[in-house]
């Protein structure tokens, strides 16, 4: 078993309309892991039609995979302008339940101290499946695009209807600028401390990152990222490298500043 687990449902994305292609919180992040030798394993699911695109794709990182099937793969279609991506939502895909956590992931999670909640729309990771994920003393991380995001299809929408109890659950949660200004109504070290969880990572896109804990506000220096790039997955990345310097002791700044070289190293190298 591993010390840090990564569930969340697999996506088929297409991009800027290439051929459709694994994506989701997961892959990207276990990509991240097998790339900087994280000891990391992934509990995620899709439809059975989309395994050769999806699954594959993941199983191929080598890191240890325990898949179910999902009614409906999760689906995207986006294109980036500069930092900024645009998203539409072509399939929701499925709700995680306590009943998942405690039945099919449950040997992925059995010795996971930390956790990557990889949500990717409101409706994967409800409050009392959190609650679920955290039993037995496990740290959760989660990103905030999972939180905002409304699950419909079409163009996507993004609001500050969250139950707020989730924030209750978590060690880490990761945010970008907008998903910040929705869920704390701006970036300042101060209303990010209002959300109530311990460690807040900020991400700034080309800017870096700026970490906020109940004592301190760091920013962190960005990285520089050699040739044009394909930043689809970076946060997941930024987040798993993150989380793998924690489980191995590191305190929270140097483990940003960890995470930003990785991933400036990971995204100039595909």
Known sequence: MSSLALIGNLTVDRIAGDAPRAGGGVFHA????AQVGADAAVATRCAPADRETALAALEATGIPVTSGDARETTAFSFHYEGDH?????????????????????APTLHDARWVLVAGLLRSHFPTDTLAALRRGGRHLALDGQGLVRVASRGPLERDADVDRRVFEHLTVLKVNEDEAQILAGGLEPERLRSLG??????????????????????????????????????????????????????????????????????????
Not at 30 to 33: E, I
Not at 85 to 105: C, F, I, K, L, N
């Open 30 to 33: 276990a990509r991240a892991a």
């Open 85 to 105: 991506r645009v998203m539409t939502v072509d399939a929701v895909g499925d709700t995680w339940t306590v009943d998942d956590v405690e039945g099919w992931a």
């Open 197 to 270: 969880v311990p460690e807040v990572l900020l991400t700034l896109g080309s800017k870096g990152a700026l970490v906020v804990t109940g004592d301190e506000a760091v920013p962190i220096a960005p990285h520089p990222v050699h040739g044009a790039a394909d930043p689809t997955g970076a946060g997941d990345a930024f987040t798993l490298v993150y989380l793998d310097a924690r489980q191995r002791g590191v305190t929270p700044v140097p483990a940003a500043e960890r995470a930003s070289r990785a991933v400036a190293d990971l995204i100039s190298s595909r």
